[in-house]
């Protein structure tokens, strides 16, 4: 229960709103007086120290300068968090406006306070933006990129990213500069290359802005992928477009040479930059693989390669995006066999973390910035290059479609193409590039207020509108769907066979190269990169087991298990190579109390979640705890006590000796037991032939049946359907026999749950 | 084109295949010439050993099962029209082809009719078919066991094998009678992208 409990609802909400204000209030006039403590700050220490002979001891001290730059990294940190906590506490807000652009609103306000104060407001930084912000969304969205569409589609994300960049960077630059030459404009002193090296600038959708939009409006995944995809991969493009404009305006003039190593450039940079990540990726595959004995420095394997695949790439001007996302698609199957459950949980939420912190701290500066930079305004130039931005987004994706549906199988519809040209959002990237301009361009000022202005405009305007727009055009939403061993049996099924046709028409085709890279993974690369004896398992196997675990943890998280159970569960369950300790018929009772409870619950699970914002786990505890179990919560909590003392008892008895009669067991729990009640315990009813809940109810006490006919006592009470009730004893019947099954605990009692795992 | 046309000349009731099937000439002819290259005694016909010498389905899991679609039950040998008319099935589905109601549906549509004159088949209707050995119109958990036993290779244990099997159709089965019938079959795969998937881009 809250400890202040306010008379109306929402108090609450709003006291936390303004605390959180009142900090933000505090909090920057501590850091914009910072710079000018500073200014007395060494001065003065120095003075006291070498002018003052005797001075009392001092006992208290302040001496800011000491902490300052962590101080002021941390203080940016925590606002922008809070901040980020406070939009959440206002629903309605949340859910109209993209957090992005709350995001810059904050820190448009910041700065405008902060040059009020009048200090001189931080500018984001490229060499902060792109070697500390930018590679951990990047990492995360290479980590969880989603493979399969991915691969399917990737003939079309590369034309949107390539051919589509260059479009736009052309398009754009070509007719800003004919803009330029209208002499009303008063711009003639802009020249072709210059105006290229804004088109090429500017033309680069954003992954952070559109991951930080799309995640909120769950589109279908074909666009999604589609304009995800694009985002990522068009880093090459652009950074080699930026760099050859930027030494030709130096230059001043073209060749075609120049034109041809510009192309090579092109293949150079980003196939060098995939090589890298790869390279990288194996090496961290290939790691992991030792490291069953340090299970605690896993995660940091796979964050450093990942940085050093980065920062490599960058060093040699290659595409640092493409390397990360190269380095994270590659290590991730092979580094997900090898390492602990806990190490890929870590992982996950530690990217997630990462890439939300610099995702917020990005938007904020941003707002920031704008008030702090140099702006040179001419509304012509500004608004022609938003308008142009539109245009030419629009055209490109429609003229390519048509070009590209006339190759895929499944064309991409007008809806798709709406959304993917309207959701070409530009962001920090471009901002970042435009500041990196040396001083020496003239025009740096006006072209870094048409970026702003442009950033700005989609993410606010096309950001904000999207999500309506969405529901208005009823575009296809992303389908819910639990991983489903049907799903990958009958994939697996359809891949075989269509090799086989392949096959049979004498074709070498997209499914034999497939099939060959598979059997290629299988025999020697697994073999190198995969610890133990886990390069052998199928991938079916691993996915079940994968399942299974969930499940069995899902339940235990619930609290239909108690925590005791769980080493046994995963110890039996979930080592198929290890021999098995016990009995088979053991087993197969763990397992269909597991699959009776898959029955049972149905819970939704989110496959392959690449939200921003919510993490597989924590949805399901919400899902299972609030909304399933909450009537029955309580009563489920002490029939689990009531079983822990039973099972306490079981545990040292043998599994198939006769249990005492129920009046005797009620005796002697009876001092310890208030909460029973007469239909609670369930030892007198025998069943009768009531009609069951679930199938599995009546597998189950057939099975009893043939078992155990010498305990009756155990039989829970079916008495029928009873809605949740019947959930519980059949939860209850459950945990019975699974406390039967688990009495004998077998000899690896203590080994640690660390085993392998592998992830959706 | 001449001998496109040559070979075209060749084939009896070439205008009624390529209708039925929705192949244009240059697949006929492909695929008359796959046939032959498969049809090492030049009988006009192709058995089971033909398909056999073919290395890639000699390796393929279930290259048995496929090799046995193209025979319908009790024929020993397949001949051009029905090779043709079965690998019809893997054509990309055309929605753009205007539909003659005067003419039969083409093979490749994915609507499904649930019990299959032999050769009228959709898309996953095939996939059911090698699925369903016994054609009893469900998949039973025992030919589930075989088609899992195949696919994996013997690298798992039987047990595994049995409960992933159990699992499969407890997931699946709707009706609960412990198999799976094509309905919960297709339904089970409406998440899958099956279009894309099931198309070979040589045979469109």
Redesign the interface.
Known sequence: MPAFSCAFPGCRRDLLVIVLVVFVGIGLPIEASAPAYQSHGTEGSHLTNITNTKKAFPVLAVNYEHVRKPFEIALWILLALLMKLGFHLIPRLSAVVPESCLLIVVGLLVGGLIKVIGEEPPVLDSQLFFLCLLPPIILDAGYFLPIRPFT?NVGTILVFAVIGTLWNAFFMGGLLYALCQIESVGLSGVDLLACLLFGSIVSAVDPVAVLAVFEEIHINELVHILVFGESLLNDAVTVVLYNLFEEFSKVGTVTVLDVFLGVVCFFVVSLGGVLVGAIYGFLAAFTSRFTSHTRVIEPLFVFLYSYMAYLSSEMFHLSGIMALIACGVVMRPYVEANISHKSYTTIKYFLKMWSSVSETLIFIFLGVSTVAGPHAWNWTFVITTVILCLVSRVLGVIGLTFIINKFR??KLTKKDQFIVAYGGLRGAIAFSLGYLLSNSHQMRNLFLTAIITVIFFTVFVQGMTIRPLVELLAVKKK?E?KP????E???????????????????Y????WKEKLNRFNKTYVKRWLIAGENF???E??AF?RK?ELKQAIMMVESGQLPSVLPSTISMQNIQ?RAI?RVS?KR??EI?RIL?AN??NNKQKMRSRSYSRHTLFDADEEDNVSEVRLRKTKMEMERRVSVMERRMSHYLTVPANRESPRPGVRRVRFESDNQVFSADSFPTVHFEQPSPPST?DAVSLEEEEEEEVPKRPSLKADIEGPRGNASDNHQGELDYQRLARCLSDPGPNKDKEDDDPFMSC | MGSTNSTLSKIPNVEELMQETGFTPAHIVRLYDRFEALDKEKTGHLRPQDFGAINRLAMNPIGDRIIGAFFSPGQETVDFHSFVRILAHFRPADKKRPKDPSMPEPVNSRTSKLKYPPLVFSLISVAFQLYDQDKDGKISRAELLQVLRSMLEMQVTEEQLESIADRTIQEADLDKDDAISFEEFRKSLEKVNIDHKMSIRFLR
């Open positions: 399917e199988i499944v389908k769907s489903s061993i049907n799903e049996i009958h994939t697996e099924f359809l891949d075989h066979l269509l090799t086989g046709v392949e096959g049979v028409c004498g074709h085709g997209h499914y034999h052998k398992e199928p079916l196997i079940y399942m198929p098995p088979k087993e197969e397992r699959r898959l029955q199938p």
